[in-house]
Every structure is written in C-alpha cells, then in structure tokens.
C-alpha cells in the first residue's frame, strides 16, 4: 500500500512540474482526494495558485477547492492570492465569484481581511442575490480575523436584513447572531427589525435564530419581556414546527418566567413534548420542566403529574431516566412520597452493571434528596426511612455513602423516638459481610459503617442483642484491615458496649432512668479475658491513634479486673459465655461482681456517656468570650519565636534559590497586569481588548524583567507588534464596540466619574522605580482608562499610577545624549483618545557622579528652521500638562543606574498632523571634591537637548476627553462639561 501511495506521489509531482494546466489541475484533484486518507499537501501550496490562476471555470474550481481544503493562517503563499481573489470578485460568471467567496472565507488570515475587506463590501450591493449572500456569509470570517472592519461594514449588513431575498435576509440574520452571541448588547438598536422580521417570516431556521438572538436580548433589556408575550404565545400555540416551539419556551423560560400565563402555556406544551415518542423531544421537555419547576414548582407538579414521571423512569434510555430523577424531586409531597420512592426500590432491586450503576447513584440521591428536603418537610415515618437508608447502603457500588451515613446520624440524633428501631437497623449493617469488603476497600461503604458503629456505641441502651455478641462483632480480627479512623470508632463503641455489660445496666430509654444489677462473676472474668485476647492486635497497629485507644482501652480493663481479685477462669468462647451468662429459671447464682468492682464500671461508663444533642451550626457564634481571656494570646511564645526564626530561614533560603531577574509568563504570554487593566477597561468602554505577547524566538519562552539590569544569553529585546496572544478571535470580534461617539463620550465620562468616587489600584509595573528594565517598556494593555488621583498623593505616586497607553514605537529608542546622561524614548498612544499621547523617557546615569533635580521642558516647534522652543499655541498643537509630578523629577540616579518618566501631552483638538516635539532636559550633577567628603560636593546644573517626531497614524479616531477634562483628571479635580 505503501508503495502505491509513493508512486502516485512521484507522479503527482511530475504532473505538477508540467507546463501543462490540464496535468496541473488533474494532479491537484488527486492530491485533494488523498488528503481525505490523511496525506499532506501543504508542499503543493504553489501549484494549487496556479491551477487558481486558470482562466478555465473547470480548473479554477479544482484550485480553489484544494486551497480551501490545504491552506492555513502559516500557508507562505497566502499572499499570492491577493489580486486573484480581487479579480474574481467582479467576475461576470456569479458562479466563479461564489467559489472565490468560498475560499475567502475558508483561507482568511488577518492579513487578507485587510487587504479585502474593501473588495468584499461592494459585492453585498451586487445585482444577483447568490453574489450577495455569499458575500454576507464571507463577512464574519473576515470579521474574525480583522475585527476592525465591524464598524464600517456593519451599516450595509445592516440594509441586508430588509433585502427582498429571503435567503440574502436569512444570511444577514445568521451573520448578525452569531456576532451577538458573545456581545448581545452591539445590537440591541436592531431589535425593531427583528421584531418585524420574527411576525412576517414563515422561514422556520430563521425564526429559531431570532428567537434565540431575543433570548439573549431579552435579559439586558427587562422591556423586551411585554413586547415578546403576544408574538412568544401565538408561535407556541400555532407553530407546527418542535424546534420553533421549543427555542420560543426557552425564550420566555429566560426571560418571561414572572409572566403566569405564559408559563402555564409552556408547561401545557411541554407536557406534550414528553408524552411524544420520539425520545430527542421527551428529553428536551423533560429538561425545560426542570428549569420551570424551580420557579413554578405547583404549576409543574400539577400539570405533569406521577404517573408520567413513573413512566419516564421506565424508559430504555438513561438520559430521559436521570431527566425525570431531577423533575421527580419538586413533585414529591407527603401523599405520594411512599408511592415514588418504594417505585425507586423497585428499579434498584433489579440489578445493573456498567453505566445503570450511575443511574443508581441518582436514584439515591433523588430519594435523599426528596425525603430530607426542608428538613424533612414531606415525611412522616422516620422508621420507613430509615430501612429505606439501610437498604440503598447495601446496594453495591454506591458512590453515596457519605451522604447516607449523614442521614442516619441526622435521623437518630434528632429523632429520638425511632432510636430503638434505628439502632437494630444500623447493627444489621454491621453484620453484613459485603458491606465491610467494601469499607475493607475503601469504598463508599466505609463512611456507612462508620456511623452505624458510632451509633451502636453512643446508643447502646436500646440494643436488644447480647451485648457481649455487639463487641464480639467490634473487634473481630478483620476490622484491623479497615482504615485507621475507622477502627479508632470500632474500638470506642466496643469500649463503651463492654463498660455498659460490665456495669449490670438494663436496657433504658434514657441513661438518666437506667437501673443496674450485679453481673455474675464467672461472666465478668470471661469478658475480661475476650478483651485481653482481642485488644493486643489493635494495641501493635500502625496507625497512631488506633494503638492509643486500644492501650487505653487495655488499662480500663486491667483497672477493673484488679477489682475483681484473683478469680480462676475457665476456658470457653463467646458462645460459652452467652449461654452461661443467662440463668436457667428457678436457679439463682451462687457469685456476683463485687460491689466495688461494679462501681467502677459504673463510673467508666459514665465518663463516656454524656446524653448528645443536635446542635445548631451557628451555635457557637452565640457563645460569649468569657472575661479575661484572650484568644490572640501566644501560649507558647519561646516555640513561636523559634517557630518564626525557621519560616524567616525558609523563606530566605527560597527566595535566594528562586530569584530571578527574569520570570516565565504564563503559557499564552500575558501578564496579570494587563490582563486585569484591559478587562476593566474593556467591560467599562466597550474598548477592543488587546494583549501584547512577548516571545522568544529561539527558546519559546516569554519573559517578563525584574528588577536586575541582565539579560538572559539569547534573549531579544520586546517586540510589540508581535501578535495578540492568549486571546481567540471571537473574544477581540466582541469586544469591538457599534456604539456612535457621543455613546462613547458619555460612557466615558460616567467611567471617570466612577473612578472619582473609588480610586482604583494600579500594581507596579515589571521593574522599579530605581531600576526600571531597558529591555521590555511599556507592557501594559492595548487600551486602558484613566486612574484618577487623589489630591494628597506625592509624585512618586503620581509616576506609577500614570495612563498606561499602548506603544506605537515597540522598542527603546536614542533620544539624546551626552557624557552624564543616556535618554531613550517610547511614544505611547490610543487610538480611542487622539487628542493626547504620552512620552515615555528612559534615563541612564553614565557617570560616575550622583545626577538628580530633573527638570522637562518641552513644546511644538512652530518653525522646523528654528532650533529654539516655540510658545505655547492652541489649536491642534500639543503641551505637556503642567504638574508638578510630570514637569520635574525630584529623584537622584548613582552611577550606572536607571529611571523612567513620564510625559503627558494634550491638546484641544483632535491631533492628525505629526508632531514634532523639541525641548531640553536640565538637571544636576553633584561631583565630590578633596576626599569625597559629603559637604564639599561641587553642583553643576547641566542642559541636554533634544528633539522627537511623534507620528500620526495613531490618531485616527475621535477624543472621549478634551483638554480642559484630562487637565482636571490629572489635577484630581471633578469634571464639568466641556466648554
């Protein structure tokens, strides 16, 4: 086979080598049919361009199908299709343009949506419809890939919903949802077309779209709700289509649930879809009655009734069998409680393996959860439960026996009527061996064995068996086997069952009315001896606690036995003992437990019999903190202070082992800084979400820089314009905001003012202050907000929580220098506020000597001949903002080191013309004389000029903020309106 496949492929490339366009088209279509079997053709990518090139319609499809079946967003030859694609556009043959729209749509990178966004437009206005509703189809492609070109195309997507096509129609509903699916509140203003195309179109696929966009719409608008119960009502009751019928319940289950009779409607309707045979229709509407029974729990109940449950459980199919587990639980009440749960018996006594051992467990726990709910609200008889309990711990392979072990505790603490008929229940449990290899096992039988040993122990007064079999079952040898804190409970019951033998009690109700009698001593000495010959084991186990209890356990035994003296004991089992221990009528025993001997029996059962009650678990709140005590107090200060010396140690030792200038970032590149600036901005402004990957081309790690001026061996310096990373196409398409300037302005100033009221914390940026790093700059978001400062804050302050923009130049660049001082730039902008920008200034100290006393002045050359500054102007001319955190920096750099600072600069008018930026850095060098002494320093104040040209493709949209507004921002003001 092998071989076969090679020989073809040796002929296919020498086919495709052929000048021959014929070969050429036939050797494609075989390789088309062999990438179906798994075979690449990606090596053929050129070749697949020419047979496109082909003036033959017969050709070019062959082409444009194999590309639309090979290329990827890596394909080189994308390009290459450039002008093509253009060329086939307007092709009078609509059939040839249909199959390039095709292809478009399929191989659309980023790049070509550029290249072809203002190709594609036009053809939305084509004369034949097929054109147009291809073209439409290729638009959200294109939208994914160039989300930028939402707002401008969308007005004429926008036309296409009235078209007289109605499959053009169909095609602009099906873009316009899926571009409202992940951001539904774009396209609200578009709700009256809708709502006009949801009561005249009879196209059924149509109208489950609409149906589902008003879904989305209806829980951002609660006004949608009156204007969509007449259109929901009339497709419900007169719509033969399911799928129709089903998308408007679940729109009005959204959004119309308060609305009565609506839902009454729906729940009529639904009612039908379960008594359907088909099981896809049964599911659905087992699963919106679900969803309706939360709100309107009488209406279903009422409405569906048991016996249509009942038969829903019997189904073949276990997903309509888990649907009616759910739907059963809200239609329990105390008159068919019995009815459904011994029906849930019925089906659990049948037996299952495999994937029914899930529906098992469901079955459990509808029936816990139908007889505990509102605290047993629904039943009356604890003791049915109880061997209802009993029975589902018994099932084999139950995952629920946590939560039945917590029902028996609940029940026979709370309800101390049934104890009696609980004890002899759980006890059953105890004697079951298929329930103990499955707590041997660690399965869910161990926490139910659990509890009913702590029943067994905690109410022995009520158990009817002989007390001593009770212990015999405790501590026989397997319960070693069991985990550790399970036998530390065996061996507490057993402790507490084997006191209460010893001491004569009789079988009570209450432990306070408990009247005792004197054992004979031959059984006391045998019981004795039992425990002597079972504890040992338990007393050399592993685990910590087990062997605790059991040498405690020990100790009490021989403390009771001394009492009893020396008496001789005879040999015999368990079974002796019971038989002996009970006397034959009208014998009496000659020899009884001493007196002191039983008291102390007595008095050990005492010390673990203490009556337990339910307590509440805000109980504790409730107790006062008696006076005088202080529950921060150290007790032990001397451990604590050794304690805190090793943490200081261990944290040291892990912060030297572990430090790193540089430190991965996570595995899509983005930093939580950007990541949570750029989702608040994002949710506050509708603003497009953008995040700068950083990546290192030789070893694919991604680097963030801390605080040490090194660089790791092959690492590169930053590169912003690579691609967003971390972010999918469909979350960038909804970020991108429809909404029209003056919505935008608005928004803005409510998000400032917000801001106002709660200042918002920034976290530092990678680096410090002191030592910010020269490779990586301005690693923030793509589009951020304005944090507004406090009046108090000092210029440090003001410096790390400045506007963070994104940078148009990506690396550090040589502004000026001279023999003391080193400045690099960055020129930061946003392309939703073009009325200002911000300069971001890298100074290097390359002295030996202390510089400091920074001061910035800097404006717009008005004159490009003039070296001198120019005065300040308005108009579209920018100005730095005149604060003092941003015009001076009162900071000292030592030699070698490095800081950053930040310059604002805004203007009254939109900028859209490059700035040119010219201006001088003064600042001043302290240089020690004669012996380095501190005073005699000598202080020169130095000027460095320089000059920037900011460009102006980043100014391409309109300003949220003028001047006067972000001047008051910075100043920590309040913002009027703009004058």
């Not at 556009?89 to 290249?115: N, Q, V, Y």
């Not at 007064?461 to 985990?483: G, K, M, R, W, Y």
């Not at 004979?520 to 019981?527: G, W």
């Not at 490059?914 to 001043?924: A, E, N, R």
Request: charged content about 25%.
């Amino acid at each position: 086979m092998a071989e076969c496949i090679n020989f073809h492929i040796n002929t296919i490339k020498e086919d495709l080598k052929s000048g021959n366009v014929a070969r050429k088209a036939l050797a494609v279509e075989k390789l088309v049919s062999l990438q179906l079997y798994g075979f690449s053709m990606d090596w053929a990518a050129f070749h697949i361009v020419e047979v496109m090139s082909s003036n033959t319609y017969s050709y070019k499809r062959i082409g444009y199908l194999a590309a639309s079946q090979s290329f990827s967003d890596d394909t080189n030859v994308n390009v290459l299709t450039v002008n093509l694609l253009k060329r086939d556009f307007l092709c009078k043959s609509h059939f040839e343009t249909g199959f390039a729209l095709s292809c478009f749509a399929r191989i659309c990178t980023p790049d070509l949506a550029k290249d072809l966004a203002a190709d594609l437009l036009p053809l939305l206005n084509n004369s034949r419809a097929y054109v147009r509703r291809r073209a439409i189809l290729a638009l959200y492609n294109m939208f994914l890939k160039f989300p930028e070109a939402l707002r401008p195309s969308f007005p004429r997507l926008k036309e296409r919903l009235s078209d007289p096509d109605q499959g053009v129609i169909f095609a602009a509903v099906s873009v316009i949802c899926e571009l409202a699916r992940k951001n539904p509140k774009n396209y609200i203003a578009l709700a009256p077309l809708f709502f006009e195309l949801l009561n005249c179109t009879t196209h059924n696929t149509m109208l489950v779209k609409i149906i589902k966009l008003f879904g989305t719409l209806v829980t951002l608008d609660a006004r949608f709700c009156k204007v969509l119960a007449e259109p929901m009502h009339r497709i419900i009751t007169s719509n033969a289509s399911a799928a129709v019928t089903y998308e408007a319940i679940r729109t009005c289950i959204i959004g119309l649930h308060d609305h009565l009779p609506t839902m009454k409607l729906c729940v009529e309707k639904l009612r039908s879809f379960v008594d359907d045979p088909d099981p896809n229709l049964k599911y659905l509407g087992l699963l919106s009655l679900h969803e309706i029974q939360r709100v309107h729990q009488k209406a279903v109940a009422a409405t569906v009734g048991r016996e249509l449950i009942l038969t829903c459980l019997d189904d073949e199919d276990a997903s309509i069998r888990s649907r009616a587990l759910a739907l059963m639980s809200g239609v329990a009440s105390k008159k068919n409680l019995k009815d459904l749960l011994n029906h849930l018996s019925s089906l659990l006594e049948k037996g299952a393996e495999g994937e029914d051992l899930r529906f098992q467990d469901d079955v459990i726990a509808a029936a816990v959860d139908m007889c505990s709910r509102e605290h047993y609200a629904n039943l009356t008889d604890f003791e049915w439960y109880l061997e209802m309990l009993c029975r589902f711990a018994q099932m084999p392979g139950t995952r629920h026996g946590a939560m039945i072990a917590s029902q028996l505790l609940d029940v026979l603490v709370r309800v101390p009527v049934v104890r009696p008929f609980g004890v002899e229940f759980v006890l059953a449990l105890l004697k079951d061996p298929k329930l103990q290899s499955t707590a041997t096992a660690g399965g869910g039988g161990c926490e139910v064995v659990t509890a009913a040993t702590w029943i067994v122990g905690e109410m022995n007064q009520f158990l009817e068996s002989p007390p001593l079999l009770v212990f015999d079952i405790l501590t026989q040898p397997h319960v070693a086997t069991l985990p550790a804190h399970v036998q530390a409970t065996f061996l507490h019951a057993a402790m507490k069952i084997l006191f209460a033998y010893l001491s004569g009690r009789k079988s009570c109700e209450k432990v306070e009315d408990a009247e005792y009698e004197l054992l004979p001593l031959q059984d006391a000495v045998k019981s004795v001896d039992i425990a002597y010959a079972r504890l040992p084991l338990f007393a050399k186990s592993n685990h910590l606690e087990v062997q605790e209890r059991a040498c405690l356990f020990l100790e009490l035994i021989h403390m009771y036995r001394e009492r009893l003296g020396e008496p001789t004991a005879s040999s015999g089992g368990v079974s002796d003992i019971i038989t002996t221990s009970e006397v034959t009528p009208g014998t009496t025993a000659t020899t009884f437990v001493p007196e002191e001997a039983s008291l102390v029996a007595r008095q050990l059962l005492a010390a673990c019999s203490e009556v337990l009650l339910p307590v509440a678990a805000a109980a504790q709140r409730k107790v006062k903190v008696p006076e005088g005590l202080d529950l921060d107090k150290v007790l032990n200060e001397q451990a604590a202070v050794e304690l805190a010396d090793t943490s200081d140690v261990c944290v040291k030792f892990l912060e030297d082992e572990n430090s790193s200038p540089f430190e991965e970032m996570s595995e899509h590149g983005e930093s939580t800084l950007a990541k949570e600036d750029t989702q608040a901005a994002a949710a506050a402004t509708d603003l497009p979400v953008q995040q700068s990957g950083r990546h290192h081309k030789h070893h694919h790690k991604h680097y963030t820089v801390g605080t040490e001026e090194v660089r790791p061996e092959g690492a590169e310096l930053a590169d912003d314009t690579a691609p967003n990373m971390g972010v999918s196409d469909e979350d960038r398409l909804a970020a991108v905001s429809l909404a029209s300037p003056a919505e935008k302005q608005a928004r803005a100033a409510k998000l400032i003012e917000q801001r106002q009221q709660q200042l918002a914390a920034v976290p530092a940026r990678p680096g410090t202050d002191l030592n910010p790093s020269p490779y990586i700059l301005g690693s923030g978001p793509a589009s951020t907000t304005l944090v507004v400062l406090k009046a108090t804050e000092s210029a440090p302050s003001l410096e790390s929580k400045l506007l963070r923009l994104p940078l148009i130049d990506g690396n550090v660049k040589l502004l000026a220098s001279d023999a003391n001082l080193a400045v690099s730039y960055e020129i930061k902008t946003s392309a939703e506020e073009k009325d200002r920008f911000a300069v971001k200034l890298l100074m290097q100290n390359k002295s030996k000597h202390r510089i400091g006393q920074f001061g910035f002045l800097i404006g717009v050359e008005k004159d490009k001949t003039r070296p001198s500054l120019p005065e300040k102007e308005t108009g579209e001319q920018p100005q730095l903002i005149d604060h003092p955190a941003l015009t001076r920096g009162d900071y000292v750099l030592r030699a070698g080191e490095t800081r950053t600072h930040d310059l604002l600069f805004t203007s009254a008018k939109s900028l859209s013309a490059p700035q040119l930026l010219c201006g001088h850095i003064t600042y001043t060098k302290r240089r020690a004389a004669n012996g380095s002494a501190e005073k005699s320093a000598e202080m020169r104040r130095l000027r460095i000029r320089f000059q920037l040209r900011v460009p102006c493709s980043a100014f391409i949209e309109e300003v949220p903020l003028n001047k006067a507004q972000l001047a008051a921002v910075v100043r920590g003001k309040s913002i009027g309106t703009s004058k």
